[in-house]
């Protein structure tokens, strides 16, 4: 299993960003998928969240309305799309496999800052 996680960067407050999560060594349309995020000093939490057909999507309320989970299940590529950044939503942000036994990407950093 591997997921490996790109698009990070530093933005304005403001700004968009999209992450990429390719997968490979595993069948990803029979699998959720998820986001998260660990800022400095703090724990890891839940950001986003797509069911294996993409037909259910769920968010942190923090999140909610300015960040969008989508999947696309010929590339075995899961995205995040990041609009209306913030300085709080600096963090690594990994991509996560669902199931019973949880793999994790390597992390992207995103950093919001003017």
């Known amino acids: 299993v591997q997921l490996v996680e790109s698009g990070g960067g530093l933005v304005q407050p403001g700004g968009s960003l999209r992450l990429s999560c390719a997968a490979s060594?595993?069948?990803?349309?029979?699998?959720?998928m998820s986001w998260y995020r660990q800022a400095p000093g703090k724990g890891r939490e839940l950001v986003a969240a797509?069911?294996?057909?993409?037909?259910?999507?769920n968010y942190a309320d923090s999140v909610k309305g300015r960040f969008t989970i989508s999947r696309d299940n010929v590339k075995n590529t899961v995205y995040l799309q990041m609009s209306s950044l913030k300085p709080e939503d600096t963090a690594v942000y990994y991509c996560?496999?669902?199931?019973?036994?949880?793999?994790w990407g390597q992390g992207a950093q995103v950093t919001v800052s003017s």
């Open positions: 060594g595993f069948t990803f349309r029979t699998y959720a």
């Open positions: 996560r496999r669902d199931g019973r036994v949880p793999y």
């Open positions: 797509i069911t294996s057909t993409g037909g259910s999507t």
